[in-house]
């Protein structure tokens, strides 16, 4: 931990959004982005929502 959240565009698939959870909570990408898709795949919560708006509000790092 101990960086800022920001989006990577460098290490982005779509917009860096994985990329910069993955960064800010020390945690590997693929598990990020398969969390995401599985829970877009079974509608846990509202991901697709979430990723949008956090691809809209994160800063580029």
């Known amino acids: 931990m101990g960086n800022k959240l920001a989006k990577y565009g460098a290490e982005a698939t779509l917009a860096g959004v994985c990329a910069g ?3 800010y909570s020390g945690i590997d990408v ?3 982005r398969i ?17 949008l708006i956090l691809a809209l509000l994160m800063p580029e790092g």
């Open 35 to 51: 969390g995401f898709v599985l829970a877009f795949v079974f509608g846990v919560g509202a991901p697709g929502l979430i990723y």
């Open 21 to 23: 959870l993955a960064r």
């Open 30 to 32: 693929t598990i990020i």
